[in-house]
């Protein structure tokens, strides 16, 4: 049986922002961010932190808007341990303490590893905007043309946790 490990999850504070910074220039390209055709500066929004044995492993930034809260990035730095799943059920817990009863994300059509993972951890797809990323260039020119397993970059897929209807510990919410 495979060991699990303990991943702790606190919030983003003022002693992490140079680390976060780096962390979303190495996975992002940048600081900032393009998702539905606005530009947000990940850098100043909210996150969580994932620690594992007081090391840092993950990064979570969200926004919130209209009664939902809106991942922006998500970065495990270790994965199969259950990083991404703890920042995950840290803010579905902080969405409901909030009042929101929903959570979402957008990733891109070529990310497959990411939309089975989100999918297995109750998200839903609620709409595909096609063509979003080849708009998002004129925003950040950086963004790749091909991405994992070499598909091309275009479209950007949007999903929903429905915590109001599913919860947070549906079945998958623990899963690696």
């Given at each position: 049986?495979?060991?699990v490990a303990v991943v702790d999850v606190r919030a983003l504070d003022a002693a992490d922002r140079a680390w976060a910074e780096s962390v979303l220039v190495a996975r992002w390209g940048a600081t900032g961010i393009v998702s539905r055709g606005r530009l947000f500066e990940a850098r100043e929004l909210p996150g969580l932190v994932a620690e594992l044995g007081g090391d840092p492993v993950?990064?979570?930034?969200?926004?919130?808007?209209?009664?939902?809260?809106?991942?922006?990035?998500?970065?495990a730095l270790r994965l199969s341990i259950g990083v991404?799943?703890?920042?995950?059920?840290?803010l579905g817990?902080?969405?409901?303490?909030?009042?929101?009863?929903?959570?979402?994300?957008?990733t891109t059509n070529d990310n497959v590893a990411a939309l089975s993972f989100?999918?297995?951890r109750g998200f839903r797809l609620v709409a595909v905007h096609v063509g979003a990323v080849?708009?998002?260039?004129?925003?950040k020119p950086g963004i790749p043309a091909v991405g994992s397993d070499g598909i091309e970059i275009h479209d950007e897929i949007e999903l929903a946790w429905d915590i109001a209807e599913r919860g947070i510990?549906?079945?998958?919410?623990e899963g690696r």
């Open positions: 049986m495979k060991e993950g990064l979570l930034t969200f926004r919130q808007a209209a009664g939902r809260i809106e991942v922006v990035t998500l970065d991404g799943t703890a920042l995950l059920r840290r817990e902080l969405a409901i303490e909030r009042g929101c009863g929903e959570v979402r994300l957008v989100y999918q297995r080849d708009r998002a260039r004129a925003l510990d549906r079945r998958g919410a």
